[in-house]
């Protein structure tokens, strides 16, 4: 089935540690999003990519890195810089056109030990 | 003032009855909106687009848009208790690839 697989579902990050989440979708879509809700708000937009090899600075990209080395793959490193991770966070794609919307894996749930 | 602006709720509605979820955005050249229901704990689903001025129908949903007024809304008919969610409204600007969301209106339909 075509669709957006995110993992690992909860994950749990230590004072000071990097942690990565992984995007992957085989919906063949060049753009890409990754965004962060927490409880009682919209989503707020960390980083996207419209190319590989290429990505832009959200509304909240302090403290996150990513990369798009594939296609398919779209990861997200929230790095110790980031002083509160504690949030729901969500990988997007979509396809070329003027008039897309944007599709939704199922999530990661990410808190501090 | 915020991009993109809804009733945060709840909104409560008996089983069988319209529900009507509202929004309304800043931008005026905004072209695609798009209204997601959001299950608790779960990510959001698209369940309507539209890019015209209008009404757009699709099953017990109607999305309406009015550009001169920068609203958007969304119609619910028969609502079900399986309705029960955040509804998030989001815009989109057609030179950006980017999609600005409201908060979200939480809907609860009683039986």
């Known amino acids: 089935d075509g669709g957006i697989t995110q993992s690992p579902k909860y994950l749990f990050r230590k004072e000071g540690q990097n942690v990565t989440l992984s995007c992957e979708q085989n919906l063949n879509h060049d753009a890409m999003y990754w965004y962060r809700q927490d409880p009682g708000q919209g989503l707020r937009l960390i980083y996207y990519s419209q190319i590989v090899n290429d990505f832009q600075k959200g509304d909240i990209a302090e403290g996150y890195s990513v990369s798009r080395e594939k296609k398919e793959s779209f990861p997200l490193t929230v790095t110790s810089a980031q002083k509160n991770p504690t949030a729901f966070y969500l990988c997007?794609?979509?396809?070329?056109?003027?008039?897309?919307?944007?599709?939704f894996g199922d999530g990661t749930r990410l808190s501090i030990l | 003032q915020k991009e993109v602006e809804q009733n945060s709720g709840p909104l409560s509605v008996p089983e069988g009855a319209i529900a009507s979820l509202n929004c309304t955005y800043s931008d005026r050249v905004s072209q695609s909106f798009f209204w997601y229901r959001q299950y608790s704990g779960k990510s959001p689903e698209l369940i309507m687009s539209i890019y015209s001025n209008g009404d757009k129908e699709d099953g017990r949903f109607t999305a309406q848009l009015n550009k001169a007024s920068q609203y958007v809304s969304l119609l619910i008919r028969d609502s079900q208790p399986s309705d029960s969610a955040t509804y998030l409204c989001a815009v989109t600007s057609y030179n950006t690839d980017k999609l600005i969301f409201g908060t979200g209106t939480r809907l609860q339909v009683f039986p």
């Open positions: 997007a794609s979509r396809d070329d056109g003027g008039h897309q919307p944007q599709h």
